[in-house]
């Protein structure tokens, strides 16, 4: 199979400093903040977004402009996943239903899209440190890291949905965080709904006890081979700005355009919904220092 994707590859003695960031959906004007405060350097540092600069946020037409910048880099996250030269329309099964963005977009911006993203987004990155390897993929990495990124290169639609979609980790540290105070009454409350994560069906189903001990126990297992840390956005696991890790998976993605009110399509009636912030959330762009 050919050639479809690119993989960002990093050397670390090309820049002063490497960050990453969680989803930024539009939100470019809080990037321009954040950068403030880490007295980020355009001219000797490097930023590698985790994916999903556009939708939901008013500036996502950014987009394009950042793409272009030399200290700005991106993989591709789901919501830019339509915008990319796909094999074939069996693709277009990956595509997020249509937002406010897309359906309002002109078709000169459209244009744009079309040509700036496949050149400029990347599927995942790889970071090379003096002793480590980072990766960094929108949603999640399946268990090797080599095999999973050249299945991604070669446009495996199984390793797409996984690196656009995927929550089964996203949702195991969800469920650890449940489980320190979760009874016997929601657990079986929670078997009759079937809400529990298929990686770990068998312990959900054999007793409270034993899940608590399994899930916790056996993180370990679930260890992305051939690289040190994986960096992902994708999923806001809290709403507090908390980056949370499985394995050597992290999650970094904190909800930045739930910091501030939104319009957005509701699916269901295809009426435009006002967002307006809960005071009781602290959601913002994250930005992790890699080197």
Request: proline letters at 2%; a negative charge.
């Amino acid at each position: 199979m050919r050639k479809i994707y690119n993989k960002l590859i990093i050397n670390h003695n090309e820049y002063r400093h490497i960050y990453t960031c969680g989803d930024i959906h539009g939100m470019f004007h809080l990037l321009e903040k954040e950068l403030i405060e880490i007295n980020f350097d355009k001219s000797q540092d490097l930023l590698i977004a985790c994916g999903d600069l556009i939708d939901r946020g008013m500036y996502s037409n950014q987009a394009i402009e950042y793409l272009q910048q030399d200290w700005f880099k991106s993989v591709c996250g789901n919501h830019d996943f339509r915008f990319m030269n796909i094999p074939n329309e069996d693709y277009s099964i990956l595509f997020p239903a249509e937002e406010l963005f897309i359906k309002e977009m002109p078709y000169s911006l459209k244009t744009e899209f079309y040509d700036i993203f496949p050149k400029k987004l990347y599927i995942c990155a790889e970071v090379c440190l003096q002793e480590e390897k980072i990766g960094i993929v929108h949603a999640e990495s399946k268990e090797d890291w080599n095999t999973f990124t050249t299945d991604l290169i070669k446009a495996d639609i199984e390793s797409l949905e996984t690196a656009l979609w995927g929550r089964n980790f996203a949702n195991i540290i969800k469920m650890k965080n449940h489980l320190l105070n979760l009874d016997y009454v929601t657990y079986y409350k929670m078997i009759l709904r079937m809400d529990y994560n298929n990686l770990f069906e068998e312990y959900f189903l054999s007793g409270l006890d034993k899940l608590k001990t399994n899930i916790f126990d056996k993180e370990s297992e679930f260890i992305v081979k051939n690289i040190d840390t994986v960096f992902h956005g994708h999923t806001i696991i809290d709403s507090l700005s908390n980056i949370h890790s499985y394995a050597n998976r992290k999650y970094i993605d904190t909800g930045a355009f739930l910091s501030e009110p939104f319009q957005y399509i509701d699916h269901d009636t295809n009426q435009k919904i006002r967002y307006d912030v809960n005071p009781n959330t602290k959601y913002s762009l994250s930005i992790i220092k890699i080197k």
